[in-house]
């Protein structure tokens, strides 16, 4: 079985390196902008990225899941930190927090995930997918104006997309970034076309590391031979610099366990417990399906996994996590097949903040919006929707308002509606589909195809009121194994008027006739 393993991990090795790069390259200026929508110290969106990389990755159960700091949680973070007065005490209430999520893994709560309906969570990951589209579109044209929003679904912030898409079309934006953010996107889109895939050389060569490589080498270009096409220093990534391993340690902030005696603080604790919980199961769920071996992850676990890496991060001075469905696309989209793809990422940012801040701060940061364009298309794509309308309602219309509820709203609350609307179909097909009535001739054959309840006791009462008069009625249970009570009382008030009426019953009972020989015989 380990040497099964190890061979599994040896023949994905290339792809789980060439992703982790782009699962790097994309992370990167999310965990500074996230940390920064925060109003936490940038250096605290690091730690969680390296405690999500570096230690989660292989606590997972997930061989595809990247964890680290979430657009989700920084409203929830924002408040906490303007509710303590202290970033400090937002510490203890993430360690408070991992906890609560270790808790809720061993009490099996994982679950929760799995009763979302296929169609809500494919509308969730085209709804991320065009969320993409919208919130990239400016950056890819040098209007940077909240970078740390990318990965956010808050209302605000849609809206606030809008109007940066229409001022980045308009007008702030940078020539030098729409070439590289042009360019970079050919790149991606030739790369993955048949004819590129067929040839080993380029096959082996990631695309969104080309890309990268593109911008860097574009801009150093026009740096020195046509400045006027070059990007500022603004529209590239931004690390603190860091001159020495040893001052890595000077930017650990540490919690004030003095927080303990406040209120609030639990509060806050349990507010960034379960959204992060939510986040991190819809976000799991949502990569198994893009999984291209299929494989299913353990809830549960994922909880387990995701409360020790809230621990950590709190203790060391980083803001909370979950697992992210965008990173998590990228490394699938990029070729990431392993758990070895996510936790190199890890490593790629803690030797990026050691030794290479100088030579990442020369990335464009329209090479990244290109790689998210590219993945939000994906997600998005237009067959997505044809292959649910081809569907049909029940599963298109849960589809489509479940884009609608995000896009208008923001992740959990959209899931909420699309989760409503796609229960709601799922009552409303068992509801017809638990008791059927076809007619031949003068004979009905009335079946319970399920276990009925008294939600199909309107339903049953219709068919018996559209049985003619003089006609034979077989009333077949076998698939019934429970029947309400109200059920079989609207049954025998039938049979009450089958003598008046001239019909005929007659059952079919896997069990012997115990139900019905009774009233049966006395009525007919």
Known sequence: MIHKHIAFYASNFRGDISASLVVFLVALPLCLGIALASGAPLFSGLIAGLVGGLLVSFL???????????????????????????FQGLLVAVILAGILQLILGYLRAGIIGAFFPSAVIEGMLAAIGLILIIKQTPHATGYHTSFEGDESYMQESAQS???????????????GSIVISGVALLILIVWNLSWF?????????????????????????????????????????????INNPIELFDYFVFPDFSYLTRLDTYSSAVTIAIIASLE???????TDKLDPLKRLAPTNRELKAQGIGNIVSGFLGGIPMTAVIVRSAANINAGGRTRLSSFLHGVWLLLSILFIAEYLNTIPLACLSAILLHTGYKLANPAVFMHFYQKGASQFLPFIITISAILLTDLLLGMAIGMAFGLFFVIKTNYQAAITLSKEGSHYLLSFNKDVSFLNKAVLRKFILSIDENSHVTVDTTKAEFMDHDILETIEDFLATTLDDNIRVEFIEIDGYQRFSGIGEKHN
């Open 60 to 86: 997972s159960g997930s061989q595809l899941c990247v964890s680290g700091p979430a657009a989700g949680l920084t409203v929830i973070v924002f408040s906490a930190i303007e509710k303590l007065g202290s």
């Open 161 to 175: 997309s809008i109007q940066e898409l229409i001022e980045s079309i308009s007008h702030n934006t940078s020539h």
């Open 197 to 241: 895939k067929q040839h080993a050389i380029f096959k082996h060569i990631p695309a969104a590391l080309l890309a990268v490589v593109w911008g860097i080498a574009y801009n150093q270009y026009t740096i020195h031979f046509a400045p006027e096409w070059a990007v500022s220093s603004q529209h590239l990534v931004n690390l603190p610099p």
């Open 280 to 286: 991190t199961l819809l976000s799991l769920e949502a």
